[in-house]
């Protein structure tokens, strides 16, 4: 008998994509349509608009708040600069030494010694946009200081996210099975995409918009978090579009579940390279980083439009046969995923008391049977 | 776009489920997060079948909520037709359970006293018709397969002797029984020490019986 699952697109490669870069602030695009361009070519030129970070430096000192002015390095009033020292705990018996570097360039506004926070108004500053990728000038909008490159990249497929688009350099927190909580971030940080593991907890995300991080990937996040960032509710695809100040894409579902094997060791390749996610529409662009990507983009005169997600494309229905790569989406073995080594001929009764079509497969670790129905198939493009 | 089936296709507002509701059918409880979690997964991916028995208890406490908060909402007979709901008939006493529902939850007790308790427990004690249902399975071809009798004990030490074809069953305060009655028809007599059904301490009366037979549902709400 026939058995059929969902079958989902995850890993796009090498496909001609727009890639959009967004200036920060007010100010000027230098470059034309139809200019070349490379990752380190500056496009374009912004003054980001004072604005204020809050750090809480009792939590980075480890100390009680009401001490935190004994460590601080600078009087209130003065102005820092970016990686200068703000404040600095020598070790001793019960603690090792902590510093806590300047993670823009502000004026020290003040200390609150009931939280031990302390607030830095940032200095309006001049900021320019690389394009960050090998492409095409194709379209620019001076108003919106946006400009549209085509150019090579791999396209990854997320389950569900939120936040507009942003990008940055990625940088990998831990493995892919890592619990990332907000020891994980720091203000170094700062503009980068984030690669989690298998479950990112809240405080992990609030701290990481306190830093400035633009993006997180993660294989999971708890149900409680996801709806608090997506306006309440659950539904996919969303219906509505939100924003609470960073982009997060998730890859596999709720609760920890280890990134799937195959977008892992994609996005390890791109470990310190720029990528930019679309939270909302839950697609990580990864740019080619190779020169000789421009020959295949010059040569695409009509690119594919791949902007938004076609839902009817990358999901679809498909028969079930040996050898198929295969995700486990059911609540058992969540994530795991394997080649299908055979799909039985008979129901097996399960100890949930249903009967159910088990199809056996083979992970990188072990061999487990799954009911075909919690089974995903993997299409590589 | 093609689509895989679920057990809750039906229902739209599963996120709008609360989750310490929830827990309240799961014992041991399990932690709030896992179970929220769980929930999440099932609207990611909704034609998903439980493997274990932990997991099937989650599914059919999922399902309780769901048919609490999709139960009849409008009380006002003047207003309705079947009372505004799919799955409960107040007119004729009747819990109309999807017959595909039985792919997902295939024991018939477990998902009859799923619907019982999503739809039936805040019941109006008032009306004493209330205290009996005929179980119907829909699809296309409906199907009786038993009745659901609820009896209003008065305090905790209540006991319902129950007749069903010439044997006797005992059925105390809190407990929840079915009784095999596999005919059309089913002759039922009863007598109740601290109790009544249908307003009364002791009657007979002739049921729908079939797959399930008789359920008798004890519980103090």
Known sequence: ?381 | MAKLSGLFDSFDNLDQIDVNSLITWLKPAPQAVQVENYLANKILYPQTIPMTEEDMKIDLAILREVLRLNGPKNTNPANALLRDNTLLNLTLRKILIPERFLQFVPNLVSLTWAFVDGLLLTRRKEDKFQDLWTIVTVGDMDEIVGSVILPQFSSRNGEMDLDVQGKVYKIRTGALMVVPCGKDRCEVGYKIKNGQVLGKAESALELYGGKLGIMVDGRLV
């Open chain 1, 1 to 381: 008998m026939k058995q059929f699952v969902p079958q989902r697109v995850r890993v796009e490669k090498d496909v001609i994509v727009r890639i959009a870069r967004v200036l920060s602030g007010k100010g000027t695009i230098s470059v034309s349509v139809n200019q070349e361009v490379k990752p380190s070519d500056i496009i374009g030129t912004s003054n980001i608009s004072s604005g204020f970070r809050i750090l809480n430096l009792a939590t980075l000192l480890g100390v009680n708040p009401k001490d935190v002015g004994k460590y601080l390095k600078r009087d209130l009033g003065q102005r820092i600069y970016k990686g200068e020292l703000l404040a600095y705990k020598p070790g001793g018996i019960f603690g090792g030494k902590k510093a806590v570097i300047a993670p823009t360039d502000g004026l020290l506004d003040f200390l609150n010694p009931q939280s031990g926070e302390m607030k830095m108004t940032v200095l309006p500053k001049k900021s320019d946009l690389p394009a960050g990728v090998f492409g095409i000038i194709e379209s620019i909008d001076q108003e919106k200081g946006k400009v549209t490159i085509i150019a090579q990249a791999s396209r990854i497929y997320g389950m569900f996210g939120s936040g507009k688009l942003r990008d940055g350099i990625l940088e990998v927190l831990g493995k892919r099975e890592s619990l990332v909580d907000n020891s994980f971030i720091s203000p170094k940080s700062e503009g980068h995409i984030l690669l989690s593991g298998s479950l990112i907890y809240k405080n992990a995300i609030s701290e990481s918009i306190s830093c400035g991080v633009n993006g997180i990937i993660t294989g999971g996040i708890n149900a409680k978090d996801y709806r608090a960032m997506a306006g309440g509710r659950l539904s996919f695809p969303k219906k509505l579009e939100n924003d609470i100040g960073i982009s997060v894409v998730v890859t596999e579902g709720f609760g920890s579940i280890p990134m799937g094997l195959d977008i892992d060791d994609f996005l390890l390749q791109y470990n310190n390279r720029f990528v930019s996610i679309d939270g909302n529409n839950r697609i990580i662009d990864l740019p080619s980083y190779e020169e000789s990507s421009m020959a295949r983009v010059r040569s695409t005169k009509l690119p594919p439009i791949q902007d938004g997600v076609d839902l009817e494309q990358i999901n679809k229905i498909t028969e079930l046969q040996p050898g198929a790569y295969v995700r486990v989406v059911g609540n058992s073995y969540a994530g795991e995923q394997g080649k299908v080594l055979a799909i039985d001929e008979s129901l097996t009764l399960l100890p949930s008391g249903l009967s159910s079509m088990l199809s056996t497969i083979e992970t990188k670790r072990r061999k487990i049977k799954v009911p075909v129905v919690n089974l995903e198939a993997i299409e590589y493009i």
